[in-house]
Structures are given as C-alpha cells and as structure tokens.
C-alpha cells in the first residue's frame, strides 16, 4: 500500500514566521501535487511538482519535489493569517490509478 | 472553476436506512472519486468511476456502492447507513488519471444518528 507521510500533522505559528511542511513516502510517484483546504471548504489545487529535484515559487510558498520522486516539501516565508488551512499532498501512480492522498498538516497563523 | 456540484450538502439520516450523494459535473472529465474526510484519516478513496458504467473500489469500499449511467453523473450509495459511515464526503473529477489537477465538489456532510 502506497502511504504519503506528512509531518507535522499540527502546526500553529505567529504571523511573520516561516515554516516548512514535509510530505514523505517509501514509494516513487510520477507527480506529487499540494492542495490547500480552508475550514468548511473543499481542496484546491496549489501546484503540481512533476520532475525530480524540481522547485516551484508561488509568491511566498515554495514547493520541492524530492530527486527520488519520493518526498516533498513546501515552504512558507512571512507567514500571514490567510495561509490558515489544511494542506494535503497527493501522490499520482495509485494501485487504483487514482491519487494518494496525505493526511495534512493543519496550519493556524495568528495575528 | 470545474463545474462540480454535490447534492444534498447536508443530511442527517438514520441508522439502517439508506442513502444515495449525487455528484454532478460539467466539464466532460473521464474520471470521477467519491472520498471521505475523517479528522486524523485525511482523504480516503471510497469508488472510482474511469467511463459510464466503469467503476472500482477504493480503499474503503465496504457499506458503498456508486453507479455512473451518465459522464456526467456519479452516485454513492449507503446500502444501510451506519455511525462509522458519518463524515465528510467529497466527489472529484479528473481529465486524466493522476498526475492531473482534481477539482472537487463542495462536500458533503452526512450524519448517521
């Protein structure tokens, strides 16, 4: 069974901090794609990492996908209030060909 | 955004009685999921739909059934409604199978009483 490992599950920060948030797996994954899902919202799609070692800037979060396919990791400079949500990592190359899904990391920035 | 759309978004139902979500999607995408969110468990794959009248099970299949007469539909059905089927419910769809941006539906939150 393909399992993606996130840590820390809980994170709670004041604004301004950075921060890291880990997504490991013992499996290879042709993609790995970060979602974010504020409280009482469905995921959205942040970015899809595609190529080993790749590195992916959205504004003040960036995205790396491991050189083994295997693990990635997002970074968040500044922390602001609005980053507040659940952050889910999705492997693709599921037994069922479907995506795999961490089970996240909840973030909480406070003012 | 994808046209996907979940309905009911709330219900509160009965032990024993059964149940059927309906995901409805405008974007002609090939693939369909049924998830639940649990606190602690994350997204976990019930059934998935690859074309009309394609279906497999997830990882947490049992107490579930889904059918797709349409593209553009995909139901799941509680066969008799339990406690432990209480959650979160999301359907999403894909234009590819993995590796391609899943676009979700608003969820749903079922209670079993």
């Known amino acids: 069974t393909q399992l993606l490992e996130q840590s820390p599950q809980f994170l709670s920060i004041q604004e301004g901090e950075n921060l890291t948030v880990y997504c490991n797996s013992s499996s290879v994954f042709s993609s790995l794609q970060w979602y974010r899902q504020e409280p009482g919202e469905s995921p959205v799609l942040l970015v899809t990492v595609v190529t080993g070692g790749e590195v992916k800037k959205l504004k003040r979060l960036t995205f790396q996908f491991g050189d083994a396919r295997k693990d990635s990791s997002l970074h968040i400079t500044a922390a602001q209030p609005g980053d507040t949500g659940l952050y889910l990592c999705?492997?693709?190359?599921?037994?069922?060909?479907?995506?795999?899904f961490g089970k996240g990391t909840k973030l909480s920035v406070k003012p | 955004d994808a046209g996907i759309t979940q309905s009911p978004r709330h219900k509160v139902t009965e032990t024993g009685t059964p149940v059927t979500l309906r995901c409805h999607q405008t974007?002609?995408?090939?693939?369909m999921y049924w998830y639940r969110q649990d606190p602690g468990h994350g997204l976990r794959l019930i059934h998935y739909?690859?074309?009309?009248?394609?279906?497999d099970k997830g990882e947490v299949s049992d107490g579930y059934s889904v059918s797709r007469s349409k593209t553009e539909d995909f139901l799941l059905t509680l066969e008799s409604a339990t406690s432990s089927q209480t959650s979160v419910y999301f359907c999403a769809t894909e234009t590819n199978q993995g590796g391609t941006e899943a676009f979700f539906g608003q969820g749903t939150r079922l209670t079993v009483v």
């Open positions: 739909s690859y074309g009309v009248k394609d279906t």
């Open positions: 974007e002609n995408h090939r693939y």
């Open positions: 999705a492997g693709a190359g599921g037994s069922q060909g479907n995506l795999i």
